[in-house]
């Protein structure tokens, strides 16, 4: 079974390099990449599938800095992955004195 690999902000810069050395490592992970940027998305992501055919790369539109995109990401990616078996929140985030971190993460995933 592959891990599957969340990473916010994959599109560019630190996300994206650290994209490119995962897959380095092993290309049998499952990267699924977190960026606002849909086509900028699409594009990182043929081009890591280019690079390393045997990986497999979604992507899930999020901006990090609107609580409910993170919301909608949070549903989809439940629906999509049984798990997570790592999440990089490379993406900046914008504080909201309204959001319980440790609520969110822990229902993320509660049936």
């Given at each position: 079974m592959r891990k599957v690999v969340l990473i916010t902000g994959a599109s560019s810069g630190i996300g994206l390099a650290l994209c490119k050395r995962l897959l380095v490592e092993d290309d049998e992970l499952h990267l699924c990449l977190a960026c606002r940027?849909?086509?900028?998305a699409e594009a990182v992501r043929a081009a890591?599938?280019?690079s390393h055919p045997?990986?497999?790369?979604?992507?899930?539109q999020v901006d990090v800095s609107n609580l409910q995109s993170v919301f909608q990401a949070a549903k989809e990616l439940?629906?999509?992955?049984q798990r997570l078996d790592y999440v990089y929140l490379n993406a900046g985030i914008?504080?909201?004195p309204h959001l319980?971190?440790?609520a969110f993460f822990s229902g993320l995933f509660s049936s």
């Open positions: 940027n849909t086509s900028k890591l599938l280019a045997t990986a497999e790369v979604t992507t899930v439940k629906q999509r992955f914008m504080p909201n319980n971190i440790k």
